[in-house]
T-cell receptor, first 109, second 111 residues
Framework: AQRVTQPEKLLSVFKGAPVELKCNYS??????LFWYVQYSRQRLQLLLR??SRESIKGFTADLNKGETSFHLKKPFAQEEDSAMYYC???????????FGTGTRLTVIP | ETGVTQTPRHLVMGMTNKKSLKCEQH?????MYWYKQSAKKPLELMFV???????ENNSVPSRFSPECPNSSHLFLHLHTLQPEDSALYLC??????????FGEGSRLTVL
C-alpha cells in the first residue's frame, strides 16, 4: 500500500533563511509526486509536481527514488511563504492523490 | 463563476437528519473527487468519479452516498451521521492524470 509521510507538523524559520519541508513515501511502483499548498483563507492548490521539474515561487523539489523522498526546498524564505504544505502521491495509472498530514510553515519576520 | 464551487460552506446537522453537500466545477474536467479532512489526519479520499462513473469507493460507510449526475456536478448525500463524521469535506476535479483543483470545502458539524 502507498503511504506519504511528512514528519514535521510545524516548522518555523526566519525570513531569508533556507527552508526544507520533508516528505517520504512508500510505494512499490513508479509514483508521481506533488506538493500542494494552502495559504490562510485560501483553497488547497498545486505548488509543483516532480515531472515538471520547475521552480515555483522559488521552491524546488527533487524526487529521490533511492531515499523515496520528495523534499521541498527554498533557499531564502519569505513571509508570504507561511502556509500549510501537503505532499501527495499519485499511483501509476490512477487519477486520485494520496496526501500526507501536512506541515505548517511559519516564516518569522 | 469559474473553478470548483462547494455549497453549503457550513452545515450543522443532527444524527437523524438527511442533508446533501453539492459540488460544481466549471473547468470542463472529467474526474471529480470527495475528500475528507479531519484534524490531525491526512486528507482521506472518499470517492472518485470519472466520466460520471464511480471508479473508487475508499471503504466509506454507507451513511455517505455520492451522486454524480453529470461531469460538472457531484453530490454527497448524508444520512444518520455520527459526531465523528464532523470534518471539512473537500471536492476536487481534474482532467485524467492532471492537476487536482479543489473547492473551498464544506465544514460539517454533526451534533
Amino acid at each position: 500500500a502507498q503511504r506519504v509521510t511528512q514528519p514535521e507538523k510545524l516548522l518555523s524559520v526566519f525570513k531569508g533563511a533556507p527552508v526544507e519541508l520533508k516528505c517520504n513515501y512508500s510505494y512499490s511502483g513508479s509514483p508521481e509526486l506533488f506538493w500542494y499548498v494552502q495559504y490562510s483563507r485560501q483553497r488547497l492548490q498545486l505548488l509543483l509536481r516532480h515531472i515538471s521539474r520547475e521552480s515555483i515561487k522559488g521552491f524546488t523539489a527533487d524526487l529521490n527514488k533511492g531515499e523515496t523522498s520528495f523534499h521541498l526546498k527554498k533557499p531564502f524564505a519569505q513571509e508570504e511563504d507561511s502556509a500549510m504544505y501537503y505532499c501527495a502521491l499519485r499511483k501509476t495509472g490512477a487519477n486520485n492523490l494520496f496526501f500526507g498530514t501536512g506541515t505548517r510553515l511559519t516564516v518569522i519576520p | 463563476e469559474t473553478g470548483v464551487t462547494q455549497t453549503p460552506r457550513h452545515l450543522v446537522m443532527g444524527m437523524t437528519n438527511k442533508k446533501s453537500l453539492k459540488c460544481e466545477q466549471h473547468l470542463g474536467h472529467n474526474a471529480m473527487y470527495w475528500y475528507k479532512q479531519s484534524a490531525k489526519k491526512p486528507l482521506e479520499l472518499m470517492f472518485v468519479y470519472n466520466f460520471k462513473e464511480q471508479t473508487e469507493n475508499n471503504s466509506v460507510p454507507s451513511r455517505f452516498s455520492p451522486e454524480c449526475p453529470n461531469s460538472s456536478h457531484l453530490f454527497l448525500h448524508l444520512h444518520t451521521l455520527q459526531p465523528e463524521d464532523s470534518a471539512l469535506y473537500l471536492c476536487a476535479s481534474s482532467q485524467s492524470n492532471g492537476e487536482l483543483f479543489f473547492g473551498e470545502g464544506s465544514r460539517l458539524t454533526v451534533l
